[in-house]
């Protein structure tokens, strides 16, 4: 079955780094871009970043713009946000899907998954 599942969340404190993995399966990877979205409580979900299925382009949200990059290791099935100068507004749980569109405001997501918890405080 089509998976995704994120790992890497953890409570660092502001201006820390993470990286959040993104492990596939289940469809054929190199084919898809990967969207990053993530989620606060009572909040809708956030588009964050998303990376070409070459990994050619990349798309950030502006308030990550600068901070957040986006990467992919198709060999491994895998693809990765690297998070840097965190701040306490990044807090939320992280979520990759993937869609075969990377062009789109509305992609056709594959799976969600559970996420991963970033908390950033102090």
């Given at each position: ?13 502001p201006g820390g780094s993470l ?35 070459g990994a050619t382009m990349t ?64």
């Amino acid at each position: 079955q089509v998976q995704l599942v994120e790992s890497g969340g953890a409570l660092v404190q502001p201006g820390g780094s993470l990286r959040l993995s993104c492990e596939a399966s289940g469809f054929t990877f190199g084919d898809y871009a990967i969207w990053w979205y993530r989620r606060t409580p009572g909040k809708e979900r956030q588009f964050v970043a998303r990376i070409s299925r070459g990994a050619t382009m990349t798309v950030y949200e502006d308030s990550v713009k600068g901070r957040f990059t986006a990467s992919r290791d198709n060999d491994k099935n895998t693809a990765y946000l690297q998070m840097n100068s965190l701040k306490p507004e990044d807090t939320a749980v992280y979520y990759c899907n993937a869609a075969l569109a990377f062009y789109s405001d509305y992609p056709d997501l594959l799976s969600w998954g559970q996420g991963t918890q970033v908390t950033v405080s102090s």
